[in-house]
């Protein structure tokens, strides 16, 4: 039997926000496996499916460059230890210099982004110069360039801290559809959906999802096929929830962002789809 201390307990009620009592029955349960106490702690209603997601505690700042013609994008994540130095003119003119040298130059990891020359100087260099000048672990924690035969648009949230990169497969899109587009990342943003459609969920995905619904119906006390109905309505619930073109369109509630994307089919006068997204929150695990 493993032992469980005051540190694992508070570990799993971080991630869950469940009862001390709780988390402490999960671990004993579990044997103090993290993962299956969660699962627990889940079925039981003890926990929400998507209320706690891990973070780690770092500052720091998210940026995103595109390019004229909306076809490449760049997004990079520099992080740093206090609110102070990620507000700092300095280290703001540092994430600039990243994500611009990124959006110019293709790289292969962080050894080749590190190389890139920024006039007389590499971004390395950069680096280590904005790492003396604050004492503060200092590091470009992740980093992407994103290529699109069609459109792509990006949003970043005030303070820099959230940023959404969001592909269509049509390509010229006018001003107004773009808009549109733009509208959609800022509902990623806000809705944090998990897939695009329901085509995009995998299988074990909504295999646990019902499991967990149908434990809950049973726990209040329905009979299994009753239980198995409710799971497949909760199920519907998911959906609308997680994938981004059933959501409820957050500026016109009266209507979902697939409906946002026939708008923008129609104004460029040929079928058009959101291909991918990428949501960028400061500190989250990836």
Known sequence: MAEITPQMVKTLRDKTGAGMADCKKALVESNGDLNEAIELLRKKGAASAAKR?????????????????????????INC?????????????????????????????????LKIKVGNDTIEGMHNEILAKFSEKIEIRRF?????????????????????????????????????????????????????????????TL??????????????????????RIADGK????????????QAFVKDGNKTVGDVVKEIAAIAGTDTKITNFRRYQLGEEN
Not at 84 to 113: K, P, S, T
Not at 207 to 228: F, H, N, R, S
Not at 235 to 246: A, T
């Open 53 to 77: 997601s891990d973070r780690v505690a770092n500052e720091g700042a998210i940026a995103t460059r595109l390019t004229d013609d909306k076809q490449l994008a760049a997004v990079v994540e």
């Open 81 to 113: 230890e206090t609110d102070f130095v990620a507000r700092n003119a300095e280290f703001e003119a540092y994430v600039n210099n990243v994500v611009d040298a990124l959006l110019q130059n293709e790289v292969n990891g962080i050894d080749e982004l």
């Open 144 to 204: 992407e360039r994103i290529k699109s035969n069609g459109t792509i648009a990006t949003y970043n949230h005030a303070g820099n801290k959230l940023a959404v990169v969001i592909e269509m497969s049509t390509a010229n899109l006018s001003d107004a559809a773009f808009a549109l587009v733009r509208d959609i990342a800022m509902q990623i943003a806000a809705m944090n959906p998990q897939f695009v459609d329901r085509s995009d969920v995998d299988q074990a």
């Open 207 to 228: 295999l646990k999802e019902k499991e967990i619904y149908k434990q809950q119906a049973i726990d209040a006390g329905k009979p299994a096929d009753i239980a198995e």
């Open 235 to 246: 199920l519907e619930k998911f959906y609308q929830e997680q994938c981004l073109v059933e």
